[in-house]
């Protein structure tokens, strides 16, 4: 099976911009989970979405939003970039909720 | 709220050798999971180790091996016979059994190998 995938792997914006990252999930893996990664803040959950809805959401601003389509792939959108949105963001699946996350190889995000 | 903490920013170790990288969480909660995952500098997460609370039995993965004190709330992680691919940083993670949402990971470990 293939792994998780993101896409693109590195992104530049500048600030005000909006920025759009797409995560596919292993095939048959219906949650997929967002993480913000940064030096200062280390790993923060963002949100998870299962079965197309949004399950939970981490302590992020509304700028933040996410959806997942009806083929489980999922985008996280952020809006208004600041400078401190840089960072990896981190896509993880798993066939549910309860279950193991598998993790892909992240989109470095840099904000100028 | 359910707190991570690895005191150690930064582990070193000689090829062959053992190492010990350590974790300590909060939590009220007495079923839970914890993890060791390990983030090379390709920076994709790879799960090396699990552990359910409700096992005392310390759970092993070849080489990698954990020692889980669920009173003292200590979950560390044991590399046998190091490898320079072992070079990494190691994330200690814990989540309720219930929601996988809450996944709570440490500041993570950085450790070299040294041939």
């Known amino acids: 099976k293939a792994g998780v995938t993101q896409t693109p792997r590195y992104l530049i914006k500048t600030r005000g911009q909006q920025v759009t990252l797409s995560c596919s999930p292993i095939?048959?893996?219906?949650?997929v989970s967002w993480y913000q990664q940064t030096p200062g803040q280390g790993l923060q959950f963002l949100f998870e979405?299962?079965?197309?809805?949004?399950?939970n959401k981490g302590n992020f601003p509304g700028r933040f939003s996410g959806r997942q389509f009806s083929n489980s792939r999922s985008e996280m959108n952020v809006s208004t970039l600041e400078l401190g949105d840089s960072a990896l963001y981190l896509c993880a699946s798993s066939t549910d909720t309860y279950n193991e996350q598998f993790f892909g190889p992240g989109t470095r995000l840099t904000v100028l | 709220a359910q707190t991570v903490t690895q005191s150690q920013p930064e582990m070193s170790v000689q090829e062959a050798e053992t190492v010990t990288l350590s974790c300590t969480y909060d939590t009220s909660e007495s079923d839970y999971y914890l993890f060791w995952y390990k983030q090379p500098p390709s920076r994709q997460m790879i799960l090396v180790i699990r552990?359910?609370?409700?096992?005392?039995q310390n759970a092993t993965e070849n080489r990698f091996s954990v020692n889980f004190q669920k009173a003292a709330k200590s979950f560390s992680l044991k590399i046998s016979d190091s490898q320079l691919g072992d070079a990494a940083m190691y994330f200690c993670a814990y989540r309720p059994s219930y929601n996988n949402n809450d996944m709570r990971f440490g500041a993570g470990t950085r450790l070299t190998v040294k041939p």
């Open positions: 552990q359910e609370a409700y096992k005392q």
């Open positions: 095939s048959g893996h219906r949650s």
């Open positions: 979405y299962f079965s197309e809805t949004q399950r």
